[in-house]
Nanobody, 126 residues
Framework: QVQVVESGGGLVQAGASLRLSCAASGRTFSSYALGWFRQAPGREREFVAGINWSGSATDYADSVKGRFTISRDNAKNTMYLQMNSLKPEDTAVYYC???????????????????WGQGTQVTVSS
């Protein structure tokens, strides 16, 4: 069983930055495809960013392109989401998804991911 734990959320003002972390267990972390999703109150969970197993491919939702950067450190079994120029509309609970699927492409659908963390709250005030 893979355990996934997010951290790094908080309350910030518009224009600020945050870095989220996602730590995942498992000896084969380096082969996991990983993704960040978010869910705002009253809205469905949406894709934010994803990275393939090797780190050679990334993808972003249009709403965060140019502001967010996803990365992974396989030596630490950790994925990151650097969020810059935060906006009030970025307010949501952010979830990390992981799958043992060794995919060369970025997985942007929630159903692709077998393991999820409990989420971390990001609140951006105007």
């Amino acid at each position: 069983q893979v355990q996934v734990v997010e951290s790094g959320g908080g309350l910030v003002q518009a224009g600020a930055s945050l870095r989220l972390s996602c730590a995942a267990s498992g000896r084969t972390f380096s082969s996991y495809a990983l993704g960040w999703f978010r869910q705002a109150p009253g809205r469905e969970r949406e894709f934010v960013a994803g990275i393939n197993w090797s780190g050679s491919a990334t993808d972003y939702a249009d709403s965060v392109k140019g502001r967010f950067t996803i990365s992974r450190d396989n030596a630490k079994n950790t994925m990151y989401l650097q969020m810059n120029s935060l906006k009030p509309e970025d307010t949501a609970v952010y979830y990390c998804g992981a799958t043992a699927m060794r995919s060369d492409r970025v997985l942007a659908r929630g159903y692709n991911y077998a393991y999820w963390g409990q989420g971390t709250q990001v609140t951006v005030s105007s």
